[in-house]
């Protein structure tokens, strides 16, 4: 076993250690100390648990790929190994050391990154290559990055300064950087591509306004106010799948939902309202104001909200669209799954409708609690029930896997991964079941 230091459990409450939505955001991957289970949630009322894996406990990174068999997990015990599964056939496809601890992951359908403090990592998912190492980035302790899932506009973008909201965004295909993008003036906190890659979301370190940008020029599209009262940590932010709405969620009991949309000129003129007249004088007393008092009045602010039932735990959210309804899903470290719905025409509080159990603790038996719904709790998986699914017979796991490079250490600081070839075969995800094929909306 690797002898290395473990980064701090993000998260970590009552067995929760993290939790990530996946690129189609109706899948959901919680990492705990016993391991880590993969839900699917394709109706309000149920929530399937459709693996779980035991492979390794005190699972800090979990990130599956859509809804293919590709899952990667990072350890606390061992938190600078990556380990590739193919989980339906219960096999290790490989794993690789790296000289410092893995502090985030992202996939897409061409591209696995490895984020570390100070270093990137590219490789190519479909041979787990690495295509290219990016040394010496500005320090990134919490390793924000964001990869776009669009495997033609395959975008990365990761913090520029240390000091500054600065955005760099690097092209993981032809591997070079697009733009640099002056975002904001703390350092940034959070980082979302929309679907096609096509816009990016960003918020600083203090949490009140978050903007977007298009990709790969760069240009500011939107910028919305979260708040003025307090400084926040933003948690996650998610655009919907048409990209017509973000939400941002923070170590606050609101998660803010905000409409992109151009405001026209036109339509002030066409509705001689006392509002309108009003937003024209702002509008007006704005160019004789400061930059700042005139950039809030410019400021949007939320089209609906979301009161959750908890204060300062960890949660991330993601808007989806289940039953052919907006909903918005809510993953917190209280260990439960929150869905509620959402208006998409007036907007307004949210309500919730329904909530799952996503892990049970051994601390819970004794404690009283309210009778759940058979939906609630996860059902424990049965034996090689996914390896019976498999068009491909299953192989056992391996009882040696592909080390990137050495584990005494990892490669010294400067020096280059070397690259590999699979242990047997490449990664093979090409079929519909495997590799399901991406919207072009």
């Known amino acids: ?63 599956r790929l859509f809804s293919s068999s590709l899952v990667v997990v990072v350890s606390l015990s061992m938190p600078r190994r990556m380990n590739v599964y193919h989980f339906k056939k219960g096999t290790e496809i490989c794993n690789y050391s790296y000289s410092n601890n893995i502090l985030s992951v992202r996939l897409n359908r061409q ?11 590219i490789h190519n998912i479909r041979d787990m290559k690495l295509l290219k190492t990016l040394l010496n980035t500005p320090v990134n302790p919490s390793g924000l990055c964001a990869l776009s899932v669009n495997q033609s506009n395959s975008y990365l973008a990761y913090p520029g300064s240390a000091t500054m909201g600065e955005i760099t965004i690097y092209d993981a295909n032809n591997l070079s950087t697009v733009t640099l993008i002056q975002a904001h003036d703390s350092p940034l906190a959070a980082l979302t591509f929309n679907a096609s890659g096509s816009k990016l979301a960003s918020a600083s370190e203090k949490g009140t306004v978050i903007r977007v940008f ?58 001689p309202t006392w509002s309108a007249y009003v937003g024209k004088m702002f509008t007006a007393a704005s160019t004789y104001l400061p930059t700042h008092v005139s950039d809030m009045m410019h400021q949007d602010r939320a ?21 052919k309804l907006p909903r918005l899903l809510a993953a917190s470290s209280d260990g439960f799954l929150y869905i509620y719905n959402v208006d998409p025409q007036d907007g307004g509080e949210c309500v919730l409708v329904q909530k799952h159990r996503l892990f049970e603790t051994s601390g819970e038996q004794d404690e009283p609690e309210e009778e759940e719904s058979p939906e609630d709790v996860c059902p424990q998986p049965a034996s090689q029930s996914y390896a ?14 592909l080390i990137g490079y050495s584990e005494d250490g990892g490669a010294q600081k400067g020096e280059v991964i070397p690259e590999h070839e699979l242990a047997e075969s490449p990664i093979c995800l090409d079929d519909e079941n495997e590799f399901p094929p991406v919207s072009s909306n």
């Open 388 to 401: 019976a699914t498999v068009a491909l017979p299953s192989t056992p796991p391996s009882s040696t896997t």
């Open 214 to 271: 298009s990709i790969p020029e760069g240009q500011k599209l939107f910028e919305f106010r979260r708040g003025m009262k307090r400084y926040v940590s933003i948690s996650s932010l998610s655009f919907s799948a048409d990209a017509q709405f973000l939400c941002a969620s923070s170590n606050t009991e609101t998660v803010h939902i905000f409409k992109l949309e151009q405001h026209s000129p036109s339509q002030d003129e066409e509705s």
């Open 1 to 63: 076993m690797e002898s290395q230091d473990a980064p701090e459990s993000p998260g970590l409450h009552r067995g929760f250690i993290c939790a990530s939505f996946n690129q189609d955001t109706t899948s959901l991957s919680v990492g705990t100390k016993t391991g880590y289970r993969l839900f699917s949630v394709t109706a309000v009322d149920k929530l399937e648990c459709i693996h779980e894996g035991a492979e390794c406990p005190d699972i800090y990174i979990v990130e």
């Open 303 to 323: 089209f609906a909200t979301v009161r959750l039932n908890m204060f300062g735990l960890k949660n991330i959210c993601a808007l989806a669209t289940i039953q």
């Open 111 to 121: 591209r696995l990154v490895v984020c570390l403090e100070e270093s990137i990592y």
